[in-house]
């Protein structure tokens, strides 16, 4: 059983920085062709991707909003995702979830994920 558990939301100022986590269990991430990535939402909006990464190239896609700001990186020896985000903007604050696809032929944004994490709330104030 694949598990996802997202940390490292909170609030801060815009121009602020946070780094989120997604711890993953059930699954070694040395393994295996996957696709994860980082999506958000925020309320009254449609769910949208932030970034994903491809463990068979190592390619990395990023939405246009985030260029520049966010990095996402992997620890497989942790199990361990990242999302580094630095300036931040009010329009970044959204629920962040963590996702993850096994055995995939192909990652990106536009990916429908099999698995997915609780979510972590990011608030960026004025």
């Known amino acids: 059983q694949v598990q996802l558990a997202e940390s490292g939301g909170g609030s801060v100022q815009a121009g602020g920085s946070l780094r989120l986590a997604c711890v993953v269990s059930?699954?070694?991430?040395?393994?295996?062709?996957?696709?994860m990535g980082w999506f958000r939402q925020a309320p009254g909006k449609l769910r949208e991707g932030v970034a994903t990464?491809?463990?068979?190239?190592?390619?990395?896609d990023y939405a246009d909003s985030v260029k520049g700001r966010f990095t996402l990186s992997k620890d497989p020896a942790k199990r361990t995702m990242y999302l580094q985000m630095n300036n931040l903007k009010p329009e970044d604050t959204a629920m962040y979830y963590c996702?993850?696809?096994?055995?995939?032929?192909?990652?990106?944004?536009?990916?429908?994920?099999?698995?997915w994490g609780q979510g972590t709330q990011v608030t960026v104030s004025e």
């Open positions: 996702s993850a696809d096994y055995g995939a032929a192909w990652c990106g944004l536009s990916r429908d994920f099999s698995y």
């Open positions: 059930g699954h070694d991430l040395t393994m295996n062709r996957h696709c």
């Open positions: 990464v491809y463990s068979v190239d190592g390619n990395i």
